[in-house]
């Protein structure tokens, strides 16, 4: 399975972008029986959760994100979303996607710039 990330970009503040990530290769079942998470990870900082996506279709978000960013699921085009809205400048990272559990290699990312 190769994780491909797509849908960042440069935005002024207040902005919104929608991040796609799609499972290369992934069976059905793999991806529908795991949570799947938004990470993203700032220069010089370690990578973090922002976003969750249960298998009983719950949503979890980081307190930084609550309210402005939105995690769904396309089940039948196996692609995992992340729409952000208003964003800040200390948005700014690269984006990840992966299960709860990094069951994948990581992927390369989408860089996401915030400016003020």
């Known amino acids: 399975v190769r994780l491909v990330e797509s849908g960042g970009g440069l935005v002024q503040a207040g902005g919104s972008l929608r991040l796609s990530c799609k499972p290369s290769?992934?069976?059905?079942?793999?991806?529908?029986?795991?949570?799947w998470g938004w990470y993203r990870q700032a220069p010089g900082k370690q990578r973090d959760l922002v976003a969750r996506?249960?298998?009983?279709?719950?949503?979890i978000y980081a307190d930084s994100v609550q309210g402005r960013f939105t995690i769904s699921k396309d089940y039948a085009k196996k692609i995992v979303y992340l729409q952000m809205n208003s964003l800040r400048p200390e948005d700014t990272a690269v984006y990840y996607c992966?299960?709860?559990?990094?069951?994948?290699?990581w992927g390369q990312g989408t860089q996401v710039t915030v400016s003020s």
């Open positions: 996506f249960t298998t009983t279709r719950s949503t």
């Open positions: 290769g992934i069976i059905t079942s793999v991806f529908n029986g795991n949570d």
């Open positions: 992966n299960t709860l559990e990094e069951s994948f290699d």
